[in-house]
């Protein structure tokens, strides 16, 4: 089936309408973290990221999948478990969110603040055979979450961006970006975080994902911003972004792995 969603808030097919998990979930994400409600678990533990620090004779797979910008990589390379994680789990690709200005953009927000921007590294429980078999589990992907500001210095290891001068029409495909060393993209401390239970954020909205959201925020200059805001779904991604709202907390408790 070919169902319709977009991002604009106006719109039948907006995120306030959006069916299936998204309108019937008690685990959805995005969610504002209220730092003060968070409670401490010293079990936590920090990650062990396999090959996130190597830049292997690889290429990935840039796409604009009409609704964000999408790095895949072949193969089971890159590896992330600990930091409280049941099992090992193997990265599938890498994505962003963001919004028609810098005041918006990121789908997690802290204390109600939102970011400009955020990056998802999705993972799947290798326990599983493939991203579609743990898609719809509740232990069956992990995605960890970076909070990307603009600030005023060019932030080169997402230098990669300049690829979404050939990602403006939805749907197109650039098969050859030379591999790049994923670390410089994550936080100088990965060992604060904040942990809970919660699901995709686009339809339909699946309650599979044990998200991360790092506590550090990473930073990209304005021009690499602006790269990202090129990208086109039929002129909607300019216009509203492709940021989810925060979404009911119910009964669950977010964790920290630091006081
Ligand atoms: S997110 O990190 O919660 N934003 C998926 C993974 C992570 C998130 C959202 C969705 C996912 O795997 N969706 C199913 C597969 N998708 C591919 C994709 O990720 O791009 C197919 C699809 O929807 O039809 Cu879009
Ligand atoms: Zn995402």
Known sequence: SIAQWSYNPNAVDGPQNWKEDCSTGKR???IDIETAKTVMDKELGTFTLVNYNKTLNKTFR???????????FP??????????????YTTVQFHFHW?????????????????????????????????GEAVDKPDGLAVLGLLIEVGEHNNSAFSFLEVANKLVEPFSIVNDVPAFTFEHLLPDDKTKF??????????????????????????????????????????????????????????????????
């Open 28 to 30: 959805q994400s995005p």
């Open 62 to 72: 840039a796409t604009n999948n009409g609704h964000a910008l999408e790095m895949g």
């Open 75 to 88: 193969g089971r390379a890159y590896n992330v478990s600990g930091g409280g994680l049941n099992g090992v």
């Open 99 to 131: 919004g028609a200005n810098n005041t918006v953009g990121s789908e997690h927000i802290v204390n109600g603040k939102e970011y400009a921007a955020e990056l998802h590294f999705v993972s799947f429980n290798t326990k599983y055979a493939n991203l």
């Open 194 to 259: 904040f942990r809970y239970n919660g699901s995709l954020t686009t339809p339909t909205c699946l309650e599979s994902v044990t998200w991360t959201v790092f506590n550090d925020h990473v930073f990209i200059s304005q021009y690499q911003m602006n790269l990202l805001r090129r990208l086109k779904k039929n002129g909607t991604l300019a216009e509203f972004g492709n940021y989810r709202p925060v979404q009911p907390l119910n009964n669950r408790i977010v964790k920290s792995s630091f006081p």
